[in-house]
Structures are given as structure tokens and as C-alpha cells.
């Protein structure tokens, strides 16, 4: 096995591993910093309206994962937030959230209640947050949907009754089988929380089905990859998210060795897929094959994980700040801060800025390597955190590059000889 700190986890308490620098910020002349906003507004391209808002309705967590961007990685600014959203905080999001809908003339907006761990925010706060931005987008004619993503250790009837009642869709982090799970989803003692999350399982998969939104996998080399996708499958999920470890060039993932061609992590996600696709009845949806598929066949992603459709999530941070996606956390301190914040700014605001155009622009964003491979349209150069280097911003390839190429490849290998052989059958 790889030396476990080489590759980037991290001991629980936010510090770096001995064997690590912190990174630096970049400097203000690589990507997106250096992206020229009014020559690309003058060109006639236009940002598109945030429809995904994720509030961290509370800023620590019960459970200690050594593997955990937000608390081990390079951004250490959980340490300054508050530990929940207060209610005026709630109610100037709910404001900022209306406002924005008004702007845009949006039906629909999704609001995802996160963390940290969300649940410990308790159910009285998290029914209050959901009404209050319900009541401020219902007067101007905008549709809330509100969905979680818990790690489901203090998930319960009370809960879930609460949820059930206010159309909360509930999405469960799960890593498979009872070992694999516990190899890092830990309490800080470092006992394992695979018994207490298949019973929280439990009633997603019986009496609160309808709620059930699916299950967050993180994929870890060390487990069996076909075990952990019957695993997950026990409980009847109506998808599935299989998660790269998130790093980037500077502090790569586990195994994941930068100069190195080999395909740890498309190998064993090739292995999910063929039972998947092989499976005598559809189980379930897995988010990363079919929107691979869906590009595969000319649609549009709706994931950021590949393609070129533009993000349209922000995020607010339980003290207000407006800030970018929370997986930039992983990359250094203060990568994912705008400045912004709701007591005072627009979500309109955040729309001009720069890195938050960056993830809008497609193609215009990626690296040089991107636009000469032939699967830009359907890789879209991977997550965008994952391309972090301190020397190019976020204008390099993926660091999971090899890994995406291979995987990509596969499924539209796969894909042409089913739909030959299907054809045949006609």
C-alpha cells in the first residue's frame, strides 16, 4: 500500500501531514485572476442565473474523516464560522435568494441544506430556514425545492417526519460495505459509523422512500468496487455518486501519482460500470455514467463533474459569505471566498466575479492539453478543483486527466457495441 500521507490524507484537526507544505494562494497573474471579464462581456457572452444554492446551515461535524475537504485539506476557514446559521443570517439568504429569482424571472430555484453536517443544526433551525426562504420566494412566484446531504449518524423518525412534511429530499453519504465505510467515515475516537447509517438507511428505504434522494459514495482503491455497489444497492437508492477523493496537482489524491499514466481510479470505477450495465434489470442510476452517456449521445451535462455546462450553484456560509463551490476549499486558503456577502451584496454580484465566470465559460476555461483531446466536449477538463497547480491557477487538465481519458473512453466503446448489438436485434 502507498504511503497514506504522500498522497494526500490528512490527520483529523485540520493540520497538513508532516510531510506536507501548505499552498500558497496563486498569483494574481495565472487563471482566473487574470481573466479579462469586461473583454468577454464586450464579446457578448452573458453569465447565467445561480439555480442551486447550498447553505451551511451549520459549520462543524460528528463524525471525523480523515479524507474531508473542508476540515483537513488546505483551507482551514471553518475555524472562523459561526457554528450555525442564525436567523438573521437565514432571513437576509432567504431575501438575497428572492431577489435574485425576481432578477432572473426564475419558476424554480434548489436550495440544499449542507454543512458540515447539517442535521446538527437541529430540526426546529432547519424547518425554520426552509419556511423562511419558501415564504420569500412564494412572493414572487418562485417554486423551492430543498434537498440534504447528511452523513445520516443522527438521522431519525423525528427527522425524517420533519422532512417528509416539508418535501425534503434527503441524500446519504454511504462508502459501501460495513469495512470499507469505516475505514475512514470515523468519530473522532475512531470508531466506525456504518451501523449507525444503515439503520438511518433503513427508513429511507421503507416508510420514507419518497424522500430518499440517494447515496454520496467516496471511492477509496482499497475496497472492492463491485462489493461497494451491491452495498449501496441493499438499500434501494434511487441513485448513486460515486465521488473522486478530491486533490488537485499540488496535493494530489490517494494514489493518484501526477506523472504517472496509469489508471487506478478508472479501473475500478470500469469494474461498477460493467456490473451495472450488465445488470438484468436497471437497479439504480449512477450520476457519472449516464452523464457521460448523455454527453456520449450529444445532450448536455448536468453535472460539473464533466461536460461544459455552465455551474450554477453558490454557496453561503453559515456567518453569510458568499463563496464558490466548497470543494476549492482543497486547493488553499481562501480559494473559494469572493468577498461577498448576503447582508450586503446581491447574488448578482457574484456573477462578475471572476472565478465565478471561470466555471461558466466552458471551453474558454480550459487548458491548452484540453482543447487538442478529443473528448473536451464530454471530459470538460473534470471537476474544476481538481485542476488546481500553483504555477497555472486552474487552467491545467485535471489531475485525474489519465483516469478520466480512460474511463470516457471505455463507455463510448461500450456504448457503440451495445447499441450495435441492440440494433441487431431489431
Known amino acids: 500500500m502507498q504511503n497514506r500521507a504522500k498522497w494526500g490524507w490528512r490527520k483529523r484537526g ?9 499552498t500558497k494562494p496563486p498569483s ?14 464586450a464579446s457578448g457572452w452573458r453569465p447565467s442565473a445561480f439555480r442551486q444554492f447550498i447553505l451551511k446551515v451549520h459549520s462543524r461535524c460528528d463524525l471525523a474523516c480523515p479524507n474531508c475537504y473542508v476540515y483537513e485539506m488546505a483551507d482551514q476557514g471553518w475555524r472562523n464560522q459561526p457554528r450555525q446559521m442564525s436567523p ?21 430555484v434548489d436550495v440544499i441544506l449542507h454543512g458540515g453536517e447539517p442535521l446538527l443544526a437541529g430540526a426546529e433551525s432547519l424547518e425554520f430556514i426552509v419556511r423562511t426562504i ?15 446531504q447528511t452523513n445520516a449518524v443522527r438521522l431519525d423518525e423525528t427527522f425524517l417526519r420533519i422532512f417528509s412534511d416539508l418535501g425534503i429530499r434527503v441524500g446519504v453519504s454511504l462508502d459501501g460495505y ?26 429511507l428505504d421503507g416508510p420514507f422512500h419518497q424522500i430518499f434522494a440517494g447515496i454520496l459514495c467516496t471511492i477509496d482503491l482499497r475496497n472492492d468496487p463491485v462489493r461497494t455497489y451491491r452495498a449501496l444497492l441493499e438499500f434501494d437508492p434511487p441513485s448513486v455518486d460515486f465521488l473522486l477523493p478530491h486533490g488537485n496537482w499540488s496535493a494530489p489524491p490517494p494514489w493518484r501519482d501526477p506523472d504517472s499514466t496509469a489508471t487506478p481510479y478508472a479501473d475500478w470505477l470500469i469494474r461498477v460500470f460493467d456490473e451495472w450495465r450488465d445488470a438484468p434489470r436497471f437497479r439504480t442510476e449512477i450520476r457519472l455514467f449516464h ?18 455546462s455552465p455551474a450554477l450553484m453558490v ?31 446581491a447574488f448578482d454580484e457574484a456573477l462578475r466575479h471572476p472565478a465565478v465566470i471561470a466555471r461558466q465559460i466552458g471551453e474558454r476555461a480550459l487548458a491548452p492539453e484540453c482543447h487538442a483531446c478529443e473528448l473536451l466536449r464530454v471530459c470538460g477538463g473534470g ?20 483516469d478520466l481519458y480512460r474511463l470516457i473512453s471505455y463507455i463510448s466503446d461500450r456504448h457503440a457495441r451495445d447499441t450495435v448489438r441492440l440494433k441487431g436485434r431489431v
Open 88 to 108: 438573521a443570517i437565514v432571513a437576509h439568504t432567504a431575501y438575497r435568494i428572492a431577489e435574485h429569482a425576481r432578477t432572473h424571472r426564475l419558476s424554480d
Open 28 to 41: 494574481e497573474n495565472v487563471f482566473p485572476a487574470n481573466l479579462d471579464v469586461a473583454e468577454l462581456l
Open 383 to 402: 471537476l474544476y478543483a481538481h485542476r488546481f497547480r500553483p504555477s497555472t491557477g486552474f487552467r491545467s487538465p485535471s489531475v485525474y486527466c489519465p
Open 291 to 308: 452523464e457521460i452517456t448523455r454527453l456520449l449521445s450529444g445532450g448536455a451535462s448536468r453535472s460539473e463533474s464533466v461536460g461544459l
Open 178 to 203: 460495513a469495512e470499507a465505510h469505516d475505514r475512514t467515515r470515523v468519530f473522532a475516537g475512531g470508531r466506525g459509523s456504518h451501523e449507525r447509517v444503515a439503520r438511518a438507511l433503513r427508513l
Open 14 to 22: 485540520g493540520g497538513l501531514s508532516n510531510n506536507q507544505e501548505p
Open 134 to 148: 419558501r415564504s420569500a420566494c412564494a412572493e414572487v412566484g418562485t417554486r423551492v425545492r430543498v434537498s440534504m
Open 315 to 345: 454557496v453561503v456560509e453559515t456567518g453569510g459569505a458568499i463563496e464558490q463551490s466548497d470543494i476549492l476549499k482543497s486547493a488553499y486558503q481562501g480559494a473559494s471566498a469572493t468577498g461577498l456577502h448576503v447582508l450586503t451584496d
